[in-house]
């Protein structure tokens, strides 16, 4: 079962440790089956954001396991697939949302949540904002966890909506079976780990997005020590390899605002500059600018290599760079020396 930890900067003691999965008789607990949770999965391998001002960690856990075979656990298998908001100072749970209860996509809320603050209905919100692997862009107040907006950014069709109370509303015939199910988003989901960005002067949040079905299959499998724990297979759709798209997504409406279309699923990360300009790599090798406002495309570079990072830029000696790795190779770029 998955853990956030946090160390002691000066000593390098382990200040504290929460658990993403708890045991019996702990908070959500009561979502996991007896014995079940010891194998429960909901790891925390991205990185996660901080707020001084609430003292609060966010953190995005991951799928539980096995990843596909939901019958060993039923309930909503708490706190997978969710974002957890900590105390930065004890560790202590302050708010949770989760996403896919009782997930068997694999669709890990994993993504790199981003802070901003945001007018909605008029009033000054804190919120938080994540695209997450289900298919559905999120946006929640930071303070508290409620769910202020809910939109699928990619084709969904493993639900219809998010409800009113956060939950999704399932469609009854298109979820996994011993038969095997095709399912939109597939098991990579709409986006994964591919960091996205936010430009507060456009108002936007920008995406690399994945277009791409799946056929999904669950079956009982036994947990053995050292083996994958899957319960499950996904089968790709002869004919449909799908397509990407760097997405602009307005988090106060959950709508699209722009969009550009990759020929393949991309997972390259996004960059968002104080100058109007997006950032972003695709799986062909290409490194390109966009104007934020109106996605319109400016630039592009051949890296050689499909580009999987998120570019970063930096100014150095009054010099301002863009970085990003692709292929084994860090490229730096800039404008000419007086430009």
């Known amino acids: ?54 003292n609060l960690v966010y953190w995005g856990t991951g799928n539980p396991a096995p990843d596909s075979y939901g019958d060993v656990r039923p309930g909503d298998n708490l706190y997978t697939d969710s974002i957890v908001a900590l105390d930065a100072d004890t560790g202590r749970l302050r708010w949770h949302y989760q996403f896919t209860p009782h997930d068997v996509h694999d669709w890990d809320a994993v993504q790199v949540p981003i802070l901003a603050d945001l007018t909605i209905n008029g009033a000054a919100r804190k919120v938080v904002m994540t695209a997450n692997r289900n298919g559905f862009f999120y946006t929640l107040d930071r303070a508290n966890g409620a769910l202020l907006r809910a939109r699928p950014f990619v084709q969904t069709t493993w639900a219809q909506e998010i409800g009113p109370d956060g939950r999704p509303v399932l469609l009854p015939a298109n979820q996994i079976g011993p038969q095997g199910t095709i399912t939109c988003p597939d098991v990579a989901g709409g986006t994964n780990w591919m960091s996205p960005s936010f430009n507060p002067s456009t108002g936007l949040f920008y995406v690399n997005t994945r277009e791409v079905c799946a056929k999904y299959y669950a079956f009982p499998q036994k947990f053995l020590e050292g083996h994958v724990y899957w319960g499950g297979a996904v089968e790709t759709i002869p004919g449909e390899p799908g397509y990407g798209a760097l997405r602009a997504i307005d988090p ?51 890296t050689g290599a499909g580009v999987r990072a998120g570019p970063m830029t930096f100014m150095l000696n009054k010099r301002q760079y863009v970085v990003v790795a692709s292929g084994g190779t860090v490229m730096a770029l800039a404008l000419p020396e007086g430009r």
């Open 1 to 54: 079962r998955g853990f956030i930890d946090a160390f002691d900067i000066n000593t390098g003691q382990k200040a504290w440790r929460f658990w993403t999965v708890p045991e019996p008789g702990q908070p959500g607990g009561d979502t996991w089956p007896p014995e079940a949770w010891r194998q429960g999965g909901g790891s925390t391998w991205v990185t996660g954001a901080y707020d001084p001002d609430l």
């Open 252 to 302: 106060v409406t959950g709508l699209v605002r722009w969009e550009f279309k990759y020929p393949k699923p991309s997972f390259g990360g996004t960059l968002s500059t104080a100058s109007g300009l997006v950032f972003a790599g695709e799986a062909d090798g290409n490194l390109m600018a966009f104007d934020a406002t109106s996605g319109k495309n400016l630039w592009h570079l051949q």
